[in-house]
């Protein structure tokens, strides 16, 4: 079993940065992938950013290509997301899943509980 928990959430002005962070306990992240998704208000969840075991790879949504950096800790357990350039369309509800790189929600075993981001214009 894995427990995925993330922080670093919280109200920002538009071109802010903030980091996120998905913490696991349980079977180490360091022995599987692992993607950001989010859910906007009222929208369905949608993919983010995904990086595998070692770090080497990622990938990322058009959407915040350029502006979202993706990273691990493996010693820590801890995966990153660096996000720069916020605009008032990243407010969501973001999410840590794994295992996997998917851009597809339903293939991912486990989540975490989220957290908020809210970007004021």
């Known amino acids: 079993q894995v427990q995925l928990v993330e922080s670093g959430g919280g109200l920002v002005q538009a071109g802010s940065s903030l980091r996120l962070s998905c913490a696991a306990s349980?079977?180490?992240?360091?022995?599987?992938?692992v993607a950001w998704f989010r859910q906007p208000p009222g929208k369905e969840r949608e993919f983010v950013a995904s990086i595998d075991f070692n770090g080497r790879k990622s990938w990322y949504a058009d959407s915040v290509k350029g502006r979202f950096t993706i990273s691990r800790d493996n010693a820590k357990n801890t995966v990153y997301l660096f996000m720069n350039s916020l605009q008032p369309e990243d407010t969501a509800v973001y999410y840590c899943a794994g295992p996997g790189l998917d851009s597809d929600a339903r293939r991912y075993r486990y989540w975490g509980q989220g957290t908020q981001v809210t970007v004021s214009s």
């Open positions: 349980g079977r180490t992240t360091g022995s599987y992938a």
